[in-house]
């Protein structure tokens, strides 16, 4: 068997990076459908694994790869597909099912322009509400917002380290530009990647609670085969993991799935200051726009403006204490985002009128020209 980790500098897409990185991880299972612009991660997977031991599916279309990899966790093994839109959307019924039963696992969305076949080859970052209110329900998911090549490597890790500790599943929420750039990754030595597997259940089998809150409020999972008695449905169900259609069982159900995250937000957020600390306009972006976003706070700063940066690595959960904080600091915020605004609306929630917020963005198939992202700047310093 090879070396599951490709030690070295590479130049490589952001779709192999995030394979690269799954592997690094410890992925040893990969179910899904060719689709632009996530294809690449289905092929960089389907020549890998079989290197490392692991198994490659190619199913009959996203749902079927979606239920595949969950089956797969509960054998046991880390799991990951990857979609655009389309195959997304057809996916939302089954993120439900993964919610609720607690199943870790790791989805790509490589984005692409929208609504249904859109720009299949272009760029866009307009499935960020669908990942987090895709499915029905209330729930809580994890979505992270590459930036690079080399983030798609790193991030990949950490969507399966936070998969692994909270028995959910996590987006990795790329678009077809950062899939599909090619630029410089570096993989560290297998030593220095730190990985995490799930909670193992300890003490007598018959005992065994396959839903009752451990650390973190998250259950220990052992895997079917080993002996426990596990149930699982997508039914409302007790700790025991057998149906009870019952309101108190529904209450007891939910403010464990919604606990296990809502109560450890500190540990799963992850933000990027840059220029902040005097900052009287802030921009708050993620992915593919960040790196516009840079480019105009230092046009800004050039000029004498004060902007800053937030980037948003975590977009779900929300950091909405941060931006609540800064709203009482700032003059402005300006989003830039590859939309027409959805992330925007999460920000005016957030400052509730205490700092103005503007808005830069478009209907997808390019990436934001720094000078758009200057004239805002300079409008929310104009306003009175």
């Given amino acids: 068997m090879k070396s599951a980790v490709l030690t070295g500098e590479h130049f490589i897409n952001g779709d192999e990076a995030c394979a690269e990185g799954a592997i690094a991880a410890g992925c040893m299972f990969f179910a899904g459908y060719p689709i632009t612009p996530a ?12 290197d490392v031991g692991g198994t490659f599916i190619q199913m009959e279309d996203e749902i079927a790869a979606m239920t ?19 195959g997304f959307s057809l996916m939302m019924e089954t993120v439900g099912l993964a919610v609720v039963t607690e199943t870790p696992c790791v989805v790509v969305n490589v984005q ?26 209330d729930y809580e998911i994890i979505a992270i917002a590459p930036s690079s090549p080399q983030e798609m490597f790193n991030l990949t890790i950490t ?24 630029e410089k990754v570096v993989i560290p030595p297998a030593g220095k990647i730190r990985t995490v597997s799930r909670p193992k259940p300890k003490g007598r089998k018959e005992n065994f609670k396959p839903y009752a809150p451990g650390p973190k409020g998250v259950a220990p999972m052992p895997a079917i085969g080993e002996g426990y008695n596990v149930h699982v449905t997508g039914l409302t169900h007790d700790e025991k993991g057998y149906p009870v259609m019952s309101v108190d069982t529904q209450k007891e159900m939910m403010a464990r799935l919604l606990g296990k995250i809502r109560n450890n937000l500190q ?24 790196r516009t976003s840079y480019t105009a706070v230092q046009t800004a700063r050039r000029m ?3 902007a800053g940066l937030l980037r948003l690595i975590t977009v779900w959960p929300f950091p909405d204490d941060r931006i609540q904080a800064l709203a009482e600091q700032v003059k402005a915020f300006v989003t830039v985002e590859i939309n027409m605004g959805q992330i925007c ?19 997808g198939g390019a990436i934001i020209p720094p000078a758009d992202v200057m004239a805002a700047i300079k409008e929310a310093m104009q306003a009175k």
């Fill in 267 to 290: 540990d799963i957020i992850l933000t990027e200051d840059y220029q902040l600390a005097d900052a009287e306009i802030v921009l708050i972006s993620y992915g593919v726009a960040a």
């Fill in 68 to 86: 595949c990899i969950l089956g797969s966790a509960w054998t046991g093994a880390k799991s990951m597909t990857a979609t655009s839109g389309p």
């Fill in 159 to 182: 969507a399966f380290n936070l998969s692994e500790t909270y028995r959910v599943p996590v987006f990795i929420m790329s678009d077809e530009i950062v899939g599909h750039m090619s």
């Fill in 304 to 306: 004498g403006i004060k």
């Fill in 345 to 363: 609306r999460e920000v005016q929630r957030c400052a509730q009128g205490r700092a103005r917020t503007y808005f830069v963005g478009h209907p």
């Fill in 39 to 50: 294809t690449e991660v289905a092929e960089q997977m389907a020549l890998r694994l079989p």
């Fill in 112 to 137: 692409r322009s929208g609504p249904s076949t859109g720009l299949p080859t272009q760029g866009a970052q307009a499935d960020m509400m669908q990942a987090k209110w895709g499915s029905h329900g």
